[in-house]
């Protein structure tokens, strides 16, 4: 079954959060809608609210994470679920156990949701195809395919700066090739109706399919980050990366690094976003990572609003429906 199919219910609501691409446009205004709501629980003097109460969250991530997996832990303590997080490197799969084999044991324990990363791409589907019909499935970035929690965050930090999607120039600069943000990001700003979503970097890190995605291709960055609103810069993702498809990190961050004199091409008003992990002298200078046009730290608070939100609503609990507990 598709991806967009297995993520909806009978009913057209979310079960599983898989992908972007596919989702109707009310459902992502609903996420964002639902996140706002949540986005001042961190600043209460009781950081919790009891919409997830009994439920049982599971964080597998068989990949390195700081800001994922530690916001999707947050997200369901705030929500009041019990949660856990599988060290993947000394559990059961280390001695040859099976991916479903560890799926139906975590069942066996009655929990109702897995959180997953996973190197590969469409780890997350496979397992939404694969669990029992009350458990859903969040992808938290499967391979170079997709991040969609990522992508929402991404969407929320934009609407919280700049209001309105249908008149802004939106540049992704970088790896667009081997990112699963880029991909996640592009459908949400397709979506959300964005004209212009410009994608920057040099030929070999942009996919040959580029035109397809609805997006304008730029390997001047000058040229491209010419009266942009937003400016999202990606990592280098070596770990992706076969044989040589760059110059030195040194020459790449003359070509493609953001520096103060290249944002100045960008609208006054432009925000600079990173979903890191970021690496200075790279692809972003210090001064502008750090500078009053960053709102890099922001997107990462954001991620537990969003996170809360998703995990409400695919749980069928969301407070655009059940004001419980918000
Ligand atoms: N943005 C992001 O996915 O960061 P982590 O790899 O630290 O989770």
């Known amino acids: 079954m598709k991806q967009q199919d297995i993520q909806l219910d009978s009913e057209g609501r979310l079960r599983h959060f898989l992908t972007i691409d596919g989702l109707k446009r009310q459902t992502l205004v609903d996420i964002l809608d639902t996140a706002e709501n949540f986005s001042t629980v961190g600043s209460q003097n009781v950081k919790k609210v009891p919409l997830l109460r009994g439920k ?3 964080n597998l991530f068989f990949e390195p994470s700081t800001r994922t997996r530690t916001t999707f832990e947050l997200a ?4 009041s679920a019990d949660v856990l997080n599988i060290n993947i490197s000394t559990s059961s799969a280390s001695k040859g156990e099976s991916l479903l084999d560890m ?3 975590f069942e066996a324990m009655f929990c109702d949701m897995f959180v997953v990363r996973h190197q590969t791409s469409g780890a997350a589907h496979f397992i939404a195809e694969h669990v029992a019909p009350h458990i859903s499935v969040i992808n938290a970035g499967d391979g170079s395919h997709a991040h969609p929690t990522q992508g929402m965050l991404d969407m929320f930090t934009i609407r919280r700066h700049k209001k309105e999607f249908h008149n802004l120039s939106v540049a992704i600069v970088g790896d667009i090739l081997h990112s699963r943000v880029a ?3 592009i459908h949400a700003l397709n979506i959300l109706g964005v004209p212009d979503i410009r994608v920057i970097g040099p030929d070999t890190l942009i996919p040959k399919s580029a035109d397809n ?7 001047d960055i000058r040229a491209g980050l010419r009266d942009v609103d937003v400016v999202i810069m990606l990592r280098l993702q070596r770990e992706r990366m076969t044989g040589a498809m760059l110059p030195s990190e040194k020459e790449y961050f003359q070509c493609y690094g953001l520096t103060p004199d290249k944002l100045a091409l960008a609208r006054p008003d432009a925000i600079v976003m ?6 200075r002298g790279v692809e972003i200078a210090s001064s502008v990572a750090d500078g009053p046009q960053s709102v890099i ?6 991620g537990i609003a969003i996170r809360m939100a998703i995990m409400s609503m695919t749980l069928g609990r969301s407070p655009v429906s059940d004001k419980e507990g918000v």
């Open 297 to 302: 730290l922001e997107q990462v608070t954001n």
């Open 76 to 79: 369901a303590k705030r929500l």
């Open 56 to 58: 049982t969250i599971i």
């Open 213 to 219: 995605l609805g997006v304008h291709v730029y390997h």
């Open 183 to 185: 991909r996640s990001q």
């Open 274 to 279: 990173h979903p890191g992990p970021i690496n």
């Open 103 to 105: 799926l139906r044991n």
